[in-house]
């Protein structure tokens, strides 16, 4: 089934630990996203990426680094966690060419303690 | 700064229609975007209007005012899986999602 796909779907991590989390698409889009989505505030953007091999910064890269090595992943890592990195996690997909509506994985609920 | 404004949560009984707006302020227009959102999962896409005037799918229906700054999400006949929040995203100059807080629509029988 075509789409985006997300792990993992939960984590619990200690505070100081590195965590990576993956994103996959098989639909052949060339811009992908992660943002975070916490109670009461709009999608936050982290980072995004408009093609294999360029990433950019969003409204809040600090503490997340994330890669493109090539059209269909994107991960995102956490190299020291701190509590504040609690939220869920979503990536996104679009292809600008066809309007840039958004596809989303299912999201990683994280938990920092 | 930007801002995307829509209300937090709306009461609407099954079978009738309700109104969400979204009010924004951003750098540059290019295009706005409703999504749909149940609790736990992922926002799916719902409308995208980029000129202004009515866009119609089904019972849902989303407006657009350039000149005012504001959209609204219509859904007729309500049915209790419409039950979510909705978003508005504005699409900037950057060709950036500007992304409001999302509206809860709690939908009573």
């Known amino acids: 089934i075509a789409g985006i796909t997300q792990a993992p779907t939960s984590q619990i991590l200690a505070a100081g630990r590195r965590m990576t989390l993956r994103c996959t698409q098989d639909?052949?889009?060339?811009?992908m996203y992660w943002y975070r989505q916490d109670l009461g505030l709009g999608l936050r953007l982290i980072h995004y990426s408009n093609t294999a091999g360029t990433t950019g910064k969003g409204e809040v890269p600090d503490g997340y680094s994330v890669s493109r090595a090539n059209t269909d992943d994107f991960p995102l890592t956490l190299a020291s966690a701190v509590p504040s990195q609690t939220s869920v996690y979503f990536c996104a997909s679009s292809n600008k060419e066809e309007g840039g509506e958004l596809f989303f994985g299912e999201g990683s609920r994280l938990t920092v303690l | 700064g930007q801002n995307i404004d829509q209300p937090t949560e709306m009461t609407a009984t099954e079978g009738a229609i309700v109104q969400i707006n979204c009010t924004y302020q951003t750098s540059g227009f290019n295009g706005l975007f409703w999504y749909q959102q149940h609790a736990g999962e992922a926002p799916t896409f719902l409308s995208y209007?980029?000129l202004d005037g009515l866009e119609e799918k089904g019972r849902f229906s989303s407006f657009l005012s350039r000149s005012k700054g504001y959209s609204y999400l219509l859904l007729k006949e309500l049915q209790m899986k419409d039950s979510a929040s909705y978003l508005c995203?504005?699409?900037?100059?950057?060709?950036?999602?500007?992304w409001g807080a999302g509206t809860k629509l709690i939908i009573k029988p």
């Open positions: 209007n980029v």
């Open positions: 995203a504005v699409r900037d100059s950057n060709y950036q999602l500007i």
């Open positions: 639909m052949r889009h060339n811009a």
